[in-house]
C-alpha cells in the first residue's frame, strides 16, 4: 500500500514537472502547437537551412540573388507585405522546387532556376510560396509532419546532424493539401495582378513541369506541389474573371536570361573580393 502510494506521488511529481516546462514554452494551445512564436520558428527554419547546407551549397553573392531580392519586392510593393520580412536563400540543388520553411524563408533550388523560361515564372512561383506563409500554412504543416517530442528537442538545441536532416526532409517531402495549395494559387495570382504580372506564366510553368525530360521525376515541385494541370486550369480560370489589365515583363527577359547563365558560370558560394 505504501509502495503505491509512493509510486503515486512520483508519478504526480513527474506530472507536475512536465506540466511546468511546457508552461513555460509561449504556446497558447500546448496540445495542437498551433501558436509558435515568431522566434521559435525562425529558429527552426536556420536548423532545417542548416542541415540542408551540407548537402546543398547556398548560392550567394551572384546577380541571380539580387535578381530574386528584386522580383520579392516587386511582389510585395502594392501588398504591403513588407517584401524583407521573407528571405530567399538559393540552394545548388538540381531539383526543380521551391518551398516556404518556418521563420519566413523561402528556399529556392537551383533546378528550378534553370528551369524557369522567364522571370514572371519565377515570381509566380514566389508569389505561390508568400502565401503559404501568409495564410499560416507552415506551422500547420509544422505540426502535421514534426512530432511534440521532437519540436522540443530541436527547440532546446538537443538534436544531431540526424535528427535536423530527418526534420528537413520531412518539411521538403510533405505536401500540402489541395485547399492550401488553392489558397495560395488565387493569393499568387491576385499579387501578380495587383503588379500587372501575367498570372498565365505561372500555370505554364506548372503544366510543362511533367513533360521537361530533365526534371526529377520523384521529387521537386512535383511531391509538394501536386496537381500541375488542376491547378494550372484553376489559375486560368482566376485569371479570366481579373478586369482587363495590361501585363509587363516583371524583369527583361534578355537581364533573366543573362544572370541564368552567370548562375551556370560562377562558382556557387560566395564571390571572393
Known amino acids: 500500500m505504501k509502495r503505491l502510494f509512493w509510486e503515486g506521488l512520483v508519478m504526480l511529481a513527474v506530472i507536475a514537472g512536465t506540466w511546468s516546462l511546457l508552461m513555460q514554452l509561449p504556446f497558447t494551445n500546448v496540445g495542437k502547437l498551433r501558436n509558435i512564436s515568431r522566434k521559435q520558428q525562425?529558429?527552426?527554419g536556420q536548423l532545417v537551412i542548416q542541415s540542408l547546407?551540407?548537402?546543398?551549397?547556398?548560392?550567394?553573392?551572384?546577380?541571380?540573388?539580387?535578381?530574386?531580392?528584386?522580383?520579392?519586392n516587386i511582389l510585395g510593393h502594392n501588398k504591403k507585405l513588407v517584401p524583407d520580412t521573407y528571405t530567399i536563400i538559393l540552394l545548388d540543388n538540381p531539383d526543380v522546387n521551391a518551398l516556404a520553411i518556418p521563420g519566413n524563408?523561402?528556399?529556392?533550388?537551383?533546378g528550378l532556376i534553370d528551369s524557369t523560361r522567364n522571370a514572371d515564372e519565377m515570381a509566380g512561383v514566389l508569389a505561390h510560396e508568400i502565401a503559404h506563409h501568409q495564410e499560416g500554412h507552415i506551422v500547420k504543416?509544422?505540426?502535421?509532419?514534426?512530432?511534440?517530442?521532437?519540436?522540443?528537442?530541436?527547440?532546446?538545441?538537443?538534436?544531431?546532424?540526424?535528427?535536423?536532416?530527418?526534420?528537413?526532409?520531412?518539411?521538403?517531402?510533405?505536401s500540402f493539401d489541395r485547399k492550401q495549395e488553392r489558397k495560395a494559387d488565387a493569393f499568387a495570382v491576385q499579387l501578380m495582378l495587383q503588379n500587372n504580372i501575367d498570372p498565365a506564366a505561372l500555370g505554364h510553368f506548372l503544366l510543362r513541369l511533367p513533360y521537361e525530360?530533365?526534371?526529377?521525376?520523384?521529387?521537386?515541385?512535383?511531391?509538394?506541389?501536386?496537381?500541375?494541370?488542376?491547378?494550372?486550369?484553376?489559375i486560368e480560370r482566376l485569371r479570366a474573371q481579373a478586369a482587363d489589365t495590361s501585363f509587363t515583363s516583371v524583369l527583361a527577359p534578355a537581364y533573366w536570361n543573362k544572370v541564368k547563365t552567370r548562375l551556370n558560370e560562377e562558382p556557387t558560394?560566395?564571390?571572393?573580393e
Open 213 to 234: 525530360d530533365s526534371l526529377q521525376t520523384q521529387a521537386g515541385l512535383f511531391s509538394t506541389h501536386p496537381h500541375s494541370k488542376e491547378r494550372a486550369i484553376e
Open 105 to 110: 524563408y523561402i528556399l529556392v533550388f537551383r
Open 42 to 44: 525562425e529558429k527552426l
Open 141 to 174: 504543416k509544422l505540426v502535421q509532419e514534426v512530432s511534440f517530442g521532437l519540436l522540443l528537442s530541436l527547440l532546446s538545441g538537443n538534436t544531431g546532424g540526424t535528427i535536423l536532416r530527418e526534420t528537413g526532409g520531412k518539411l521538403i517531402s510533405a
Open 53 to 72: 547546407e551540407e548537402d546543398y551549397p547556398r548560392i550567394e553573392g551572384q546577380p541571380i540573388n539580387t535578381a530574386l531580392d528584386s522580383l520579392r
Open 269 to 272: 558560394t560566395a564571390m571572393e
